[in-house]
């Protein structure tokens, strides 16, 4: 039962981490944005010349914490994997 519950536990938190339409629509004060919607309106500020070295800075650090909770789930999510037999 780790398995899929540490399985099902890191794939939620993906969702919810990187969920850019409900803070687009249910958040209006920039101080409230969450990352995501942070590095899509460096798009908008910098329209005329994009800032791609801050974008892919800002997208390094939005990715630390999914790769932290995969690396602490990684033994649990090989073993189910394995278990289930999905090649």
């Known amino acids: 039962m780790k398995g899929a519950v ?3 536990l890191t794939l939620w938190f993906m969702g ?3 969920d850019y339409l409900a803070p687009t629509i249910f958040l209006r004060s920039e101080k409230n944005w969450t990352l995501q919607v942070v590095i899509r309106s460096f798009n908008t500020y910098y329209s005329i010349q994009s800032d791609y ?4 800075a800002a997208s390094v650090i939005a990715m630390l914490p999914t790769i932290t909770l995969f690396f602490c789930f990684q033994r649990v999510i090989i073993e189910s994997v394995a278990i289930s037999g999905i090649k």
């Open 16 to 18: 919810i981490w990187n």
């Open 53 to 56: 070295a801050l974008i892919m």
């Open 6 to 8: 540490g399985t099902q």
